[in-house]
C-alpha cells in the first residue's frame, strides 16, 4: 500500500529556511502531481504549492511566491519544497499530497495519497 512520508519541518526563526520532504512508498509518484498544503492552528487548510507529474508546470499560493519553491526528485521518487525567508504566519502543519496528473495543470483535481504532516514553527 502507498503512502507519504513528510519531514524536514522544526523550529526556525523569522528570516530562516527550511526544506521539507516528501517521500513516497509503495508507489511512483512518476504520474502524480504534488501538492503542498498547510493548515494553522484554528485555520482552514492551505493550498500552498502544486507541480504537475511532468514538472512543467507549477503552482504557488500568492503568500509564497518568491519565497518557496517546489521541486521534484524521480530518481529519488520524493518532492520538496524549499522555504526561505519564513514569515511568522508560515507557522502550520505542511501535508503532501498524490493525485493523478492532470494535462497541462500543476495541481491535481482530487488527491489520492496523503502524508501525515511536518510541523512548521516559525518564531523568535
Known amino acids: 500500500q502507498g503512502q507519504l512520508v513528510e519531514s524536514g519541518g522544526g523550529l526556525v526563526q523569522p528570516g530562516g529556511s527550511l526544506r521539507l520532504s516528501c517521500a513516497a512508498s509503495?508507489?511512483?509518484?512518476?504520474?502524480?502531481?504534488i501538492g503542498w498544503f498547510r493548515q494553522a492552528l484554528g485555520k482552514e487548510r492551505e493550498g500552498v504549492s502544486c507541480i504537475s507529474s511532468s514538472v512543467v508546470s507549477t503552482y504557488y499560493v500568492d503568500s509564497v511566491k518568491g519565497r518557496f519553491t517546489i521541486s521534484r526528485d524521480k530518481a529519488k521518487n520524493t518532492v520538496y519544497l524549499q522555504m526561505n525567508s519564513l514569515k511568522p504566519e508560515d507557522t502550520a502543519v505542511y501535508h503532501c499530497?498524490?493525485?493523478?496528473?492532470?494535462?497541462?495543470?500543476?495541481?491535481?483535481?482530487?488527491?489520492?495519497?496523503w502524508g501525515q504532516g511536518t510541523q512548521v514553527t516559525v518564531s523568535s
Open positions: 499530497a498524490a493525485g493523478w496528473g492532470v494535462a497541462g495543470k500543476a495541481c491535481p483535481t482530487d488527491y489520492d495519497y
Open positions: 509503495g508507489f511512483t509518484l512518476d504520474y502524480y502531481g
